[in-house]
């Protein structure tokens, strides 16, 4: 999908014109931008966060001269897909993720009453 087909969808889900919608497209996109060039992160609940990131000098090769070259430090955009996001493009993977967490914290769980009681007892055993 490319940004006249965005357009015309928003323009029929909430007839409006198309003028009207590329505007509104203009807006969010702009007030995106705006906000990660100040370095602040924008995060849609569920769709993900746009965020700034700083990448380091870094010695990179120029295949066509044979010569190492120097890559200055620069500051990208970066975008990280949210949970619902990902759920809905691959469903399987976001089902074996919930399943995963759901049976980890069950294993800490019971692990962690067992190292408190298992403390006092060396206590014990220190003090005579």
């Known amino acids: 999908m490319n940004r006249i087909e965005l357009v015309e969808k928003i323009a029929t889900a909430?007839?409006?014109?198309?003028?009207?919608?590329?505007?509104?497209?203009?807006?969010?996109?702009?007030?995106?931008?705006?906000?990660?060039k100040?370095?602040?992160?924008?995060?849609l609940i569920g769709?993900?966060?746009?965020?700034?990131?700083?990448?380091?000098?870094r010695?990179?090769?120029n295949p066509q001269a044979g010569a190492k070259i120097k890559i200055a430090a620069q500051k990208v955009p970066k975008f990280v897909a949210g949970a619902a996001f990902k759920a809905a493009i691959d469903p399987?993977?976001?089902k074996?993720?919930?399943?995963?967490?759901a049976a980890k914290p069950v294993a800490k769980k019971a692990a962690a009453p067992a190292k408190k009681a298992a403390a006092p007892a060396k206590k014990a055993a220190a003090k005579k």
């Open 96 to 101: 074996r993720k919930a399943e995963k967490a």
């Open 38 to 43: 100040k370095g602040d992160p924008v995060q």
């Open 47 to 57: 769709f993900g966060t746009f965020k700034q990131v700083a990448r380091a000098a």
């Open 14 to 36: 909430h007839n409006v014109s198309k003028a009207e919608a590329a505007r509104i497209l203009e807006t969010v996109t702009g007030s995106i931008v705006a906000a990660v």
């Open 92 to 94: 399987k993977a976001a």
């Open 59 to 61: 010695t990179g090769f």
